[in-house]
């Protein structure tokens, strides 16, 4: 994450624009070819204003225009999930994953959310769940830069590991 990305996302969010503006401006610059347009410098940067006054709401415009302008659009993506976290953070809210093989019950995924609100001193978790037959068993959770691998494959790799030390 660079420290534009972090600084823009900051500034998006201070611009208090309605998740749902953000939203749709993020769904429309997944086209490439929008993209790739604004983000490219031999287009003047008045074509790139028209462009963004045509197609986004008012209230995200000037902040678009300002990235065309000093040239970082190729950065959206980390701006959005910058902004994403700081959304997040503001309503005490903290995002983690968890990778299984057999979904966990309705109570172990509990279990794990009061585990990482306890951790990380947050009042609620939006897990996202994802399948992963290639863990053999087990789960890993992910918080941020943090796992807890407690899958089957990585004791494994991890016993695998402190053999060849030996």
């Given at each position: 994450?660079?420290?534009?990305?972090?600084?823009?996302?900051?500034?998006?969010?201070?611009?208090?624009?309605?998740?749902?503006?953000?939203?749709?401006?993020?769904?429309?610059?997944?086209?490439?070819?929008?993209?790739?347009?604004?983000?490219?410098?031999?287009?003047?940067?008045?074509?790139?204003?028209?462009?963004i006054?045509?197609?986004?709401?008012?209230?995200?415009?000037?902040?678009?225009?300002?990235l065309?302008?000093?040239?970082?659009?190729?950065?959206?993506?980390?701006?959005?999930?910058?902004?994403?976290?700081?959304?997040?953070?503001?309503?005490?809210?903290?995002k983690?994953?968890?990778?299984?093989?057999?979904?966990?019950?309705d109570?172990?995924?509990?279990?794990l959310?009061?585990?990482?609100?306890?951790?990380?001193?947050?009042?609620?978790?939006?897990?996202?769940?994802?399948?992963?037959?290639?863990?053999?068993?087990?789960?890993i959770?992910?918080?941020?830069d943090?796992?807890?691998?407690?899958?089957?494959?990585?004791?494994?790799l991890?016993?695998?590991?402190?053999?060849?030390?030996?």
């Open positions: 994450m660079t420290n534009h990305a972090m600084n823009y996302a900051k500034a998006l969010f201070d611009l208090n624009i309605s998740d749902g503006i953000v939203q749709n401006t993020k769904d429309i610059l997944e086209n490439r070819e929008l993209l790739d347009a604004l983000c490219n410098p031999s287009i003047k940067k008045s074509e790139k204003h028209a462009v006054d045509t197609i986004f709401d008012h209230e995200i415009r000037n902040f678009l225009k300002v065309c302008d000093n040239g970082c659009m190729e950065l959206l993506s980390q701006i959005f999930y910058t902004y994403e976290s700081i959304v997040l953070d503001s309503k005490n809210i903290i983690a994953t968890i990778t299984f093989v057999t979904r966990p019950d109570d172990q995924l509990e279990k959310k009061e585990f990482v609100c306890k951790k990380y001193n947050k009042g609620n978790v939006l897990l996202e769940l994802k399948e992963d037959s290639s863990l053999l068993g087990g789960f959770l992910s918080v941020g943090t796992e807890y691998d407690k899958s089957i494959k990585g004791t494994l991890s016993l695998h590991k402190t053999l060849i030390r030996r």
